[in-house]
């Protein structure tokens, strides 16, 4: 059963659909303060176009001849070995990440949807980040259809504070 204080995160997820826009949200997310995460880098790619934006990163990935690959075309870059759902071991790293970068290409369609949701809340409880990133189409799709609802009296209450209701308070219906 929900209470009060379930899912009060304040990261922000931002579903990407594609590498060409997973890569278009650095500039403008990334900062020079930021420690970045990315959970599925490959070779380090996307690692190394992070690494130009902030302050420290490191690329993970599942696969050791992947991260072996990734040391070698990068090594003035960290990357380790890492099974994205084990959150423990991320928290060994050491780092106060404030950006996370995930692109797990398992995760595209939609009956992976709920293995997304629980990835993202399990890294979004544990390192509280600003923002997390990731490329999912079948995520940013759904996340275009997802309104909060928002009850009358809700609304009410809105309205009381401001003039005019936003969208996002609107009942929807």
């Known amino acids: 059963m929900a209470n009060e204080r379930q899912f009060k995160l304040r990261t922000h997820f931002i579903a990407t659909r594609g590498v ?15 420690q970045v995460l990315e959970i ?34 990068h090594p003035d870059i960290r990357f380790e070995v890492l099974d994205a759902f084990d959150v423990r071991s991320a928290l060994g790293f050491g780092h106060p990440f404030t950006k996370i970068y995930v692109d797990l290409s398992g995760f595209s369609g939609y009956r992976a949807l709920l293995d997304v949701i629980s990835l993202l809340t399990m890294y979004a409880t544990i390192f509280q980040p600003e923002a997390i990133v990731i490329k999912s189409g079948a995520l940013k799709q759904f996340a275009t259809l997802c309104r909060p609802w928002r009850s009358l009296s809700a609304l009410a209450q809105s309205n009381d504070h401001s003039e005019t209701a936003t969208e996002d308070e609107a009942p929807v219906g």
Do not use: N
Not at 21 to 33: H, V
Not at 62 to 68: M, N, Q
């Open 20 to 34: 060409r826009e997973y890569r278009e949200t650095i500039p403008s997310l990334i900062k020079s303060s930021d």
């Open 40 to 73: 599925g880098c490959e070779w380090g790619t996307t690692t190394a176009i992070l690494a130009q934006h902030c302050g420290a990163v490191i690329g993970t990935d599942i696969s050791p001849d992947c991260i072996a690959r990734a040391r070698q075309l």
